[in-house]
């Protein structure tokens, strides 16, 4: 058996050509993409929680070959509001639970499968895995997403691919007219053959136009967009640059495979048509799922930190998995480590020294910009936080910060980079400043005034 994350057809990529899906957003011909109302709120959750929980956690698997017994999960403790407040205690805004893996298994009673919650001893049946997440996000204030795996190895009809087409739409929708809004809908772009070797075509179009149709405020994740795109791997680690502009051509169905697709999706385009931002989904620990042998290895909060930095202080939106046990509660040490990263954060940027400083905004050319902030007094500072106003497109195409302790000149380079987008946060040697000047010296269009956080990075 094939098993890639990028084994898909020729086939499925025609299926896709040609296809309008509109975002909720319209591109205008001449005029940059700027994101869509749920795009943009979709960014500025930041952080998300992204809970892989399964038979796998009962089986000690990764990737589960779906046909695992529907009695081995039997969660002893299972409490979403758990989940939930770890979440935000963690800073996360949003969850993504994975309602069905490659294993086929469903964490809700569908009446399409008997491989689901409904023929385990868990609740005696009656229990529902999505139902009770769900109902946790909405009394905890968070927003839901769900993954539902276009792989699965349990269902005979896959590889029959009009028939798997009908069962993965008529599941889609018993996910998406039970429980409320969903806010992100995620398509793994893992996929291998059916049984006998049959491969699969998917109708993209058609799941698309589905989701858009009963959950139009949701975005859609997978490689391809349409909403949001993988950011080209798992290792917590957005492109720079990172454009939230693509073109569409470039990753033209998911699970597309070649350098130029990763290149594509780490990086985006500056000239692109579409908006599209980056999602870099990583996980707290080695596997995606819980496995007791990896209770020590969880990630460091430094490592964590780090992680953030390369993901939404690079214009991305963090997904960190934080699986739940056999218990069906989140692990004390992943627990105690999401508030850690939130503690960590928190006193990174308490203090924002140029806060309330004016801030003097020079264009200087047609792509060039100069912004001065005197701090008043000296300050050492070892952080920069740069932000566009995204809801109006992104601009930013190269910039330098520099320092001076002087009242004029001796400018000295603190930090530079490339992209800006929603925000861009920069770590460099701890020094003494009275005067910092941002200068752009390259963008895509007329460069906006930005917004300039500076801290000490203590
Ligand atoms: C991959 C899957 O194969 C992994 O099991 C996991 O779900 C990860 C987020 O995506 O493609």
Redesign the pocket.
Known sequence: MTIS?RDFTRAAACALAGTVVPAAETVHQGVRPRPSASQLAWQRDELAL?L?FGVNTFTDR??GDGHEDPALFDPTRLDARQWARAAKAGGARALIL?AK??DGFCLWPSPLTEHCVARSPWRGGAGDVVGEFTAACKSAGLRAGL?LSPWDRNASVYGDSPRYNDFYCDQLTELLTRYGPIAEVWF???NGEGPNGRRQVYDWPRVFGLVRRLQPQAVMFSDAGPDVRWCGN?VGVAGDPNWSSVDPAAVPYPGASGDAVIAALQHGDPGGAVWRPAET?TSIRPG?FHHPAEDERVKPVEQLVGIWLTSVGRNSKLLL?VPPTREGLLHATDVARLAELQAHLTSLFAEDVAAGRPLDWRVTGGRTAVAEVDLGKTETIALARLEEDIARGQCVARYAVYGTLQARGDWRELTRGTTVGYRKVDRFEPTAARRVRVVVEDAAAPPRPLRIGLYRGA
């Open positions: 994350r992204f892989h990764e990737w994975t893996h490659h993954y793994d772009g893992a798992e989904d995606w998995n």
